[in-house]
């Protein structure tokens, strides 16, 4: 077992972060130490209130403060310009402070040419004992980041010395930690997942949506798919339809998971790096604008990103009490 840092650092306190950082303070021992930030303040707040012994977090100002007071820092932020803010900010992004030996893990779903370009500044940031940077993004949504089940894809290759490292602190966050090859490549895995999964969910609604206007009630077409080819983990577990996965977010009006303009981002990230691969994508144009036109639906926008079948138009059996929507 490798020995842990006796100094975290976690910047980006949002929807996957927030949960993340607390599983990870929950995980390491109670002597270490956790520096912490967001450009949200009350989110550092609500974070210090959240975790079990406060007086080990140290809320920071900014991204610098973070890596003055970390020897690993894990970062999880929105999209690549945020990253690069993190990180290069000339005054007060991580690499504006002493990075010597200083091991830095990158969680966003990104373009892996912004995260080969930041792993470059890294590396150049300090020579005599230079820090390491890491892709690894995450899948499992807001609800595996609560439950700690997340499976990270980390640009490493398996013998990589630093592999034993990355897998014992990713493993206080999640439950599958796959090394993908070099660096960028755990972000290759990840876009090349969510650009399958998306249209999984999409052809999932689709096709409950054509059974039940044929007449099928949809939990007995949703067994069906299960035991037939056209089974899958979205069929089985967060169903597009609600009720027939009743502890899915699918069956709470599609609030929190996996937001439906995140979904519309990472396709078209899948779908820019597939271009620069010269990968044949025949299926992307009407999974994009499928996702594209749901995240502009007052009715879908904000909610998980199986709402593509309220897009759709499909009939959504009652489930409880459901909140009025504006």
Known sequence: MSVLPGRFGFIGLGAMGFPMAVQLC????????????????AAIENFVGKVDNPTRIY????AKDVAEHAD???????????????????????????????????????DPGTSLEVGKAVSASQSTHPPSFYDAPVSGGTAGAEKGILTFMVGAAPDDPKFPLLKEILL???????????????????????????????????????????????????????SSSGGSWVNSTVNPVPGVSPDAVTSKNYEGGFKVQLMKKDMTLAIEAAKQVGAKLVLAGSGLAAYAAASEDPQCRDRDSRVVYRWLGGHEPPVGKREEEA
């Open 72 to 110: 690993c820092i894990i970062t999880i932020v929105p999209e690549g310009s945020h990253v690069k803010v993190v990180y290069l900010t000339s005054e007060t992004g991580l690499l504006a402070a002493d990075t010597a030996g200083k091991l830095f893990i990158d969680s966003s779903t990104i």
């Open 172 to 226: 206080c966050m999640g439950t599958s930690v796959n090394p993908c090859g070099g660096p960028s490549l755990g972000l290759a895995a990840k876009l090349s997942n969510n650009y399958l999964s998306g249209l999984i969910a999409l052809a999932t609604a689709e096709a409950m949506n054509l059974g039940m206007r044929c007449g099928l009630d949809p939990k007995v077409l949703s067994n069906c798919f299960a």
């Open 59 to 62: 809320a920071a100002q900014d």
């Open 26 to 41: 929950r995980k390491l021992p109670s002597t270490t130490s956790v520096a912490v930030f967001d450009i949200n303040k």
